[in-house]
């Protein structure tokens, strides 16, 4: 569960600011910093995997479009927001949400393939690999404007030749698409042209203060608020700004001993009073960190669309259409749903398998992730046992457990059963003998229907 608290909203030390600080601060910022402005990244795709896409500033990106014409990029100029608030992640899925709606990158993506960076990048992989984890963000930003792409020239604008060259050579068939070998071209397309490209663009200045733990560590939000008090300096300099209003000194010893990340970032400003805001926490500095939304153009927040959703776009009604949707379907699932093949020891049983869904057509081709059917597959592995009972063991024998993911999402893995005690699953007995009546129905755990 997500929650958001905006009442501390730092009316009580804004006000206490007069006009003649605030022009002192714009000076300072015009004669000793100068107007930092950074190019925009519109247009621009990243491999959501592999990006903090809660990070510092995205850098680079490959540019998806031929040449975008400023005539596309649409302004919003803002009355200058200055807010705060915090959000305390119950689980980590609550944290991927959060995530996902930050950054418009589909909800189905919210698992550890796509997002485990972002995660690990903004907790320090407090969890280590197990990626669960609870926590609080504190938010603090200015926001003076966003640039976002005309929606009409996401298919009027001329792509990359480049990279429509590579990607109208990719096969339009995947003949056997559980095997990583039939996807190649695909991998190498998304690791050179990405995952995601950049259509939104917010700016301004922002602060973010994180304050994680391990998941079986059950503190309260009311905890991790304190904790990411403590951690943004509020011990070390009582007299700077406190973005936790009311904290007194037995909150801070009460929370000493918590096992808990702490990570700062900066976005926005100019690049010199991201620098030394890292090093300290004064009222000062972070007034003229937020102030300097009004001059700077700098970036504070990245919306996202996937690249095979603009794919798909530009080429409906086209032969290279079904690409499009084979882009995508080897990304969300093969890739991002983790179906990779999977046979038995003996590679006499397939366990799990990528393969085209009963939908499926050349034109508009579909997939799914199917796991073998529960239960026997050779008599030979049906067992006669004393009173009158066949016991299933073997190398054809499917059995599931049940595996939790990071976001608790139950998930049925199959195995080889070579164990003993487990009766029947589809072995049948005729007097003393017993035989194996196959189930032949492959269970369904992901579809792009």
């Known amino acids: 569960m997500l929650f958001y608290n905006a009442n501390f909203v730092q009316k009580s030390w804004i006000k206490t600011y007069r006009v003649n600080m605030l022009i002192i601060l714009i000076y300072i910022i015009f004669i000793i910093d100068g107007v930092e402005s950074n190019s925009s990244l519109i247009g621009n795709s990243f491999y959501a995997a592999r990006t903090s896409l809660l990070g510092e500033e995205l850098d680079g990106g490959y540019p998806i479009f031929k040449d975008l014409?400023?005539?596309?990029?649409?302004?919003?100029?803002?009355?200058?927001?200055?807010?705060?608030?915090?959000?305390?992640?119950?689980?980590?899925?609550?944290?991927?949400?959060?995530?996902?709606?930050?950054?418009?990158?589909?909800?189905?993506?919210?698992?550890?393939?796509?997002?485990?960076?972002?995660?690990?990048?903004?907790?320090?992989?407090?969890?280590?690999?197990?990626?669960?984890?609870?926590?609080?963000?504190?938010?603090?930003?200015?926001?003076?404007?966003?640039?976002?792409?005309?929606?009409?020239?996401?298919?009027?604008?001329?792509?990359?030749?480049?990279?429509?060259?590579?990607?109208?050579?990719?096969?339009?068939?995947?003949?056997?698409?559980?095997?990583?070998?039939?996807?190649?071209?695909?991998?190498?397309?998304?690791?050179?042209?990405?995952?995601?490209?950049?259509?939104?663009?917010?700016?301004?200045?922002?602060?973010?203060?994180?304050?994680?733990?391990?998941?079986?560590?059950?503190?309260?939000?009311?905890?991790?608020?304190?904790?990411?008090?403590?951690?943004?300096?509020?011990?070390?300099?009582?007299?700077?700004?406190?973005?936790?209003?009311?904290?007194?000194?037995?909150?801070?010893?009460?929370?000493?001993?918590?096992?808990?990340?702490?990570?700062?970032?900066?976005?926005?400003?100019?690049?010199?009073?991201?620098?030394?805001?890292?090093?300290?926490?004064?009222?000062e500095l972070v007034m003229k960190f937020l102030m300097e939304a009004n001059f700077t153009h700098s970036p504070i927040q990245y919306k996202f669309m996937s690249i095979w959703e603009l794919l798909q776009m530009k080429y409906a009604k086209t032969e290279h259409f079904a690409k499009a949707l084979n882009l995508q379907a080897f990304y969300e699932g093969y890739l991002n749903f983790g179906c990779h093949y999977i046979e038995s020891n003996t590679n006499i049983i397939e366990l799990q398998k990528f393969n085209h869904s009963r939908l499926n057509t050349p034109e508009y081709p579909l997939y799914e992730c199917i796991i073998a059917p529960h239960g026997c597959q050779s008599t030979s592995d049906c067992h006669y046992r004393d009173a009158f009972w066949c016991e299933f063991r073997g190398e054809s024998c499917v059995a599931y457990k049940t595996v939790s993911s990071s976001i608790e999402e139950d998930r049925q893995v199959p195995y080889i059963f070579t164990g003993s005690g487990n009766a029947w699953e589809y072995c049948n007995i005729q007097g003393f003998y017993c035989y194996c009546t196959p189930n032949t129905n492959w269970e369904k755990i992901w579809s792009q229907e």
């Open 69 to 283: 014409s400023p005539k596309c990029i649409q302004t919003i100029p803002d009355v200058e927001i200055t807010q705060g608030g915090s959000i305390f992640y119950e689980n980590t899925e609550s944290v991927y949400n959060s995530i996902s709606l930050a950054t418009s990158i589909s909800p189905k993506l919210g698992v550890d393939f796509t997002m485990g960076v972002t995660l690990g990048f903004i907790t320090k992989s407090i969890s280590g690999s197990s990626n669960r984890v609870r926590g609080l963000t504190y938010s603090l930003y200015s926001q003076i404007s966003k640039e976002f792409i005309d929606i009409d020239c996401l298919t009027k604008e001329t792509l990359s030749a480049e990279m429509v060259n590579a990607f109208e050579k990719l096969p339009s068939i995947i003949k056997r698409p559980w095997l990583h070998s039939e996807w190649k071209s695909y991998e190498l397309f998304l690791d050179k042209y990405n995952t995601h490209i950049v259509t939104e663009v917010k700016y301004g200045s922002r602060i973010y203060q994180h304050s994680f733990s391990d998941a079986s560590n059950s503190y309260t939000s009311k905890q991790y608020g304190i904790k990411a008090c403590v951690d943004f300096g509020f011990v070390l300099a009582p007299e700077s700004i406190s973005i936790c209003e009311g904290v007194t000194k037995e909150d801070i010893a009460s929370v000493s001993s918590l096992k808990t990340s702490s990570r700062l970032v900066l976005r926005g400003g100019t690049k010199a009073t991201r620098s030394a805001l890292y090093l300290s926490h004064t009222n």
